[in-house]
């Protein structure tokens, strides 16, 4: 046991109590000692810290699994840090509930899982992760997503003009932007990358719906607003028809998590506003094929045509691994025009694909093109093309006529 009160917590602790009843104890008990609650919250905030420090995009702690250490994810590869020792489960879950408040802890025994955002200041600077608590075999575990403190520019992540000025309300005033990718690919780092652009060269006004609140925009030249599902607004559904009456120019759905969110983005979108939206998908094609089989089969015709309608740039992306240790993205573009709806609506989806190796002058690529030009620059070797690549025959090709 780390924390000083562990023991002196544990003889509080019925033996017969495991899950929900045991932190409800630890939750009590740490309610009515505030400086041990504190002693808890300083001990993950230095893990949290050392996480910054060694650019750490993950920290795991707490349950059985853990073994009793804190692990990290540096640069894609996640393992224990022995650094830390070794903590009980009792260290961990007062850990863990230290965080929360009285409302979230609530929350959290009920649905046995919760979602919070964690800030805390350096040196008068605010860091920020998005955390996950969530029980395993009867004690708590969580992840803690290393939100990034600096924004990255369109030009840093190598979107081309013209496909940026599709994103920018400036050149566009409607229609569906799509960043999709797996989770912990970096979607919120290009969407935030795309948020900032807008409220840097735009009058306007953006409300974002999220859960939670990663990344807090400060109001430039648009005004921006943050509603946090589960604590300013009911769900993203919720958020994004409430945001029809805030006079919206641009509506960013965190996360299209189910058809309700989905049919609600494509309503606001054909509605005549600008919408930002993410999907846990690894391909442009898996994201197309994706929103169109979350309906019912007597519904999709209506879904596809719509999606035609409102989509005018997906952009799915991933993380990979590069030659000397770190990551780097790889991405694949589509840049929606008569043709590529011509394909949505009439079910040709893989035709796209041909669309995408052929449409350089509108800035789009397929992935394999983009894992074959970060290959040829040297950034990764041909087993990361290779691995990472959606098409394995097209990835093939490529880099036999390298």
């Given at each position: 046991m780390k924390l000083s009160f562990s023991?002196?917590?544990?003889?509080?602790?019925?033996?017969?109590?495991?899950?929900?009843e045991s932190c409800e104890i630890i939750s009590q008990w740490l309610t009515h000692h505030q400086?041990?609650?504190?002693?808890?919250?300083?001990?993950?905030?230095?893990?949290?810290?050392?996480?910054?420090?060694l650019e750490a995009s993950d920290v795991d702690l707490g349950a059985p699994g853990c073994d009793g250490k804190i692990w990290m994810r540096i640069f894609g590869r996640k393992r224990p840090m022995e650094e830390f020792g070794t903590y009980s489960l009792i260290d961990t879950n007062a850990i863990i509930l230290s965080w929360l408040t009285l409302n979230q802890r609530q929350r959290l025994f009920m649905q046995k899982s919760i979602?919070?955002?964690?800030?805390?200041?350096?040196?008068?600077?605010?860091?920020?992760?998005r955390g996950t608590a969530f029980f395993d075999r009867n004690s708590l575990g969580a992840n803690f997503r290393r939100i990034n403190d600096t924004l990255f520019s369109i030009e840093e992540l190598g979107i081309p003009d013209v496909i940026a000025n599709r994103m920018n309300l400036r050149y566009e005033k409607t229609g569906l932007i799509l960043v999709t990718g797996i989770t912990g690919s970096g979607k919120s780092t290009t969407l935030n990358a795309i948020l900032d652009m807008n409220n840097r060269e735009n009058e306007a006004h953006i409300v974002s719906i999220d859960s939670p609140i990663e990344y807090v925009h400060q109001s430039k030249k648009c005004l921006v607003r943050h509603r946090e599902v589960g604590v300013d607004v009911l769900s993203f559904e919720h958020g994004a028809i409430e945001a029809l009456r805030q006079d919206p120019d641009i509506i960013v759905v965190g996360e299209m998590r189910d058809p309700q969110t989905i049919a609600t983005v494509l309503e606001i979108t054909d509605s005549g506003h600008k919408a930002f939206t993410t999907l846990h998908t690894s391909s442009?094609?898996?994201s197309i094929h994706r929103i169109v089989a979350e309906f019912p089969p007597d519904s999709q015709e209506r879904v596809r045509n719509r999606l035609a309608d409102v989509l005018r740039v997906c952009m799915s992306q991933k993380l990979v691994p590069t030659v000397d240790g770190k990551l780097t993205l790889a991405k694949e573009l589509l840049s929606v025009d008569s043709s590529v709806q011509a394909a949505i609506r009439n079910k040709n989806i893989g035709e796209i694909y041909q669309m995408m190796i052929e449409g350089k002058k509108m800035g789009m690529i397929t992935m394999e093109q983009?894992?074959?030009?970060?290959?040829?620059?040297?950034?990764?070797?041909?087993?990361?093309a290779m691995n990472y690549s959606n098409n394995k025959r097209r990835m093939q090709q490529l880099l036999s006529v390298h």
């Open positions: 023991r002196a917590l544990s003889m509080d602790i019925p033996v017969n109590y495991q899950g929900v400086e041990r609650e504190a002693e808890a919250r300083e001990e993950l905030q230095s893990a949290l810290i050392r996480a910054r420090e979602d919070f955002p964690l800030a805390f200041d350096i040196d008068g600077k605010e860091v920020r992760f442009v094609l898996d983009d894992l074959k030009n970060l290959f040829q620059r040297g950034i990764i070797n041909q087993y990361t």
